[in-house]
């Protein structure tokens, strides 16, 4: 389980996508999952032990 904390402030719930890279020992397909999701922060989990990079991308939809 992990979680990132947002450096912007958002005024509503962002979409959060997140996105496993292997690691450099090749622990092969890992699957992430958003267990809770705020206006601050994303948890998340990981479907299996993992130490590679995950890649987080935060959406702002709708109004500008």
Do not use: C, W
Not at 39 to 55: D, I, N, Q, Y
């Amino acid at each position: 389980a992990g979680e990132f904390n947002f450096q912007l402030e958002y005024d509503r719930v962002p979409t959060v996508v997140l996105t496993a890279e292997l690691s450099s020992d090749s622990q092969g397909m890992v699957n992430t999952f958003v267990t809770s999701l705020t206006l601050k922060k994303v948890m998340f989990e990981t479907s299996a032990p993992f130490t590679g990079t995950l890649h987080i991308q935060i959406f702002k939809i709708g109004d500008s």
